[in-house]
């Protein structure tokens, strides 16, 4: 069995004139989003065995935050530049690339890529990953680069536990 956690960054601020999309930070209720899933799930799952971010902001700053709330290791955090992209295409190529000694990853990345995804590999129809949204999926499966159609495990959004 492999189990992938999906999250959507935060919410993020577009308050900064002339600052990157790439480089946009959290907002103060994205940072508190953050914290407010990354603990709830912290108790309702299993760590995940690897955590992967996009290597923009705001998907760094919410990875660093659940890494913080699973008491995972700030240096093993794996950031990956693909998955600064707004298709699935990077998030699929990622996910199937993943060492199989791992049984479970959960990744930080984007809207439009998330949504494609956990809408094709997934069970359940899911209209719109909001910020900090968390999807799981399990699939089963013995090797990463082996997965289709899984089944939605969890589908959790910061509203929800508010």
């Given at each position: 069995?492999?189990?992938?956690?999906i999250?959507r960054?935060?919410?993020?601020?577009w308050k900064?004139e002339g600052?990157e999309?790439?480089?946009r930070p959290?907002?103060?209720?994205?940072i508190?989003?953050?914290?407010l899933m990354?603990?709830y799930?912290a108790?309702?799952?299993?760590?995940?065995?690897?955590?992967?971010s996009?290597v923009?902001?705001?998907?760094?700053?919410?990875g660093?935050?659940?890494?913080r709330?699973f008491n995972?290791?700030?240096?093993?955090?794996?950031?990956?530049?693909?998955?600064?992209?707004?298709?699935?295409?990077?998030l699929v190529?990622?996910?199937k690339?993943?060492?199989?000694?791992?049984?479970?990853?959960?990744?930080f990345?984007?809207?439009?890529?998330?949504n494609?995804?956990?809408?094709?590999?997934?069970?359940?129809?899911?209209a719109h990953?909001?910020?900090c949204?968390?999807?799981?999926?399990?699939?089963?499966?013995?090797?990463?680069?082996?997965?289709?159609?899984?089944?939605?495990?969890l589908?959790?959004?910061?509203?929800?536990?508010?």
């Amino acid at each position: 069995m492999k189990t992938i956690y999906i999250v959507r960054h935060a919410k993020s601020s577009w308050k900064y004139e002339g600052v990157e999309d790439i480089d946009r930070p959290l907002k103060e209720r994205g940072i508190n989003d953050a914290h407010l899933m990354s603990k709830y799930l912290a108790q309702k799952i299993d760590r995940p065995d690897v955590f992967i971010s996009s290597v923009a902001n705001r998907a760094l700053h919410t990875g660093v935050i659940f890494c913080r709330n699973f008491n995972y290791p700030f240096s093993n955090l794996q950031i990956k530049k693909e998955l600064y992209s707004f298709s699935d295409g990077y998030l699929v190529k990622t996910v199937k690339a993943l060492d199989d000694s791992f049984s479970s990853a959960i990744i930080f990345s984007h809207d439009h890529g998330i949504n494609t995804f956990v809408n094709k590999f997934g069970s359940k129809p899911i209209a719109h990953v909001t910020t900090c949204g968390v999807i799981g999926i399990r699939f089963d499966e013995k090797h990463w680069k082996n997965i289709k159609k899984g089944s939605t495990i969890l589908v959790e959004f910061p509203k929800n536990l508010k």
